[in-house]
């Protein structure tokens, strides 16, 4: 019970003083690598990502976007003249 108490004690001492100082807000906002991320890649900056999550790169997309149409094609479909939107 006295091992939580001094945990939480820190923890509310770390919070006041993250309003004090930039440094003390610098400090507080500060995330540590988890266990994961030091075991995926010891000793550098990267952190852990599902791979499955990030963004497609360009060349693996299948869906393609069709071609934008002109202000002159949207005029003529406006006045009646050409195509179905």
């Known amino acids: 019970m006295g091992a939580a108490r001094a945990t ?4 509310a001492t ?13 400090y507080f ?3 540590h690598d988890t266990a994961l991320d030091k075991h995926g890649h010891p000793g550098t900056k990267q952190s852990w990502s599902n791979e499955d999550l990030d963004p497609t790169p360009p060349e693996k997309r299948t869906c393609r976007r ?12 406006e006045q009646g003249d050409g195509g179905i939107l």
């Open 14 to 26: 770390t919070f006041k003083n993250a309003f004090r100082s930039r440094e003390g807000f610098k």
């Open 66 to 77: 069709t071609p934008q149409r002109s202000q002159t094609d949207l005029t003529d479909i």
């Open 29 to 31: 906002i500060e995330t």
């Open 8 to 11: 939480i004690g820190a923890k």
